[in-house]
């Protein structure tokens, strides 16, 4: 096989590869990691994986997409609304993705940052902890060890996702205003269609 059949077979290769990894980005619910989407590609290189999600990222950027794929811990990355768009249709589509009791977990987890793991347990009770794994994979909350603690905290993606800085004193103060009730003679906008 000559040289320049090669390049066209691993062009060739490379475009599926792309496809397979947009493919599998749009579909998940959660960040998929590095190791994930190299094995659904068919790529061995880490590198060529970071590349095409670069080059993704920049086409979406440049064609002034809705969307974007960002990096999270442990080289996850995920493909989800940018904020700014996320809050004019957010509340025009409901896709309950979480259960109420996770978004429950999740609410107390991002009010009380950093929590320990057993206080949630304490006050969230015995189904907490499933509630955490399933955060946890979905990549809305993070963990950190210290000493025997384990303690909770939301993820960059939670931030981006309700469309604030990630710091938890803005979360907090976000949570507080999400509570407030609505002010008297405010009407709430309804659908007539």
Request: hydrophobic share 35%; charged share 35%.
């Amino acid at each position: 096989m000559s040289r320049e059949n090669r390049r066209e077979q691993l062009g060739r290769r490379e475009t599926v590869a792309k496809t397979i990894i947009e493919a599998a980005l749009f579909l998940s619910d959660r960040p998929l990691p590095m190791d994930k989407l190299r094995s659904l590609s068919g790529l061995r290189k880490r590198e060529k994986v970071e590349a095409i999600l670069e080059e993704l990222r920049k086409e979406y950027e440049e064609s002034g997409r809705a969307f974007t794929i960002s990096r999270f811990r442990g080289e996850k990355y995920m493909m989800h609304v940018k904020p700014e768009w996320l809050v004019l249709v957010k509340r025009h589509v409901s896709k309950n993705i979480l259960s109420i009791g996770v978004l429950r977990t999740l609410s107390f987890i991002a009010y009380h940052q950093p929590v320990d793991k057993a206080t949630v347990a304490a006050v969230r009770g015995g189904r907490s902890y499933s509630q955490i794994r399933e955060l946890l994979e979905r990549g809305l909350v993070e963990v950190e060890k210290k000493g025997r603690l384990t303690l909770l905290r939301t993820s960059k993606l939670f931030a981006e996702l309700v469309g604030v800085e990630d710091n938890p004193a803005v979360i907090r103060k976000k949570l507080q205003e999400l509570m407030q009730p609505p002010e008297k003679g405010v009407t709430q906008e309804t659908d007539t269609s």
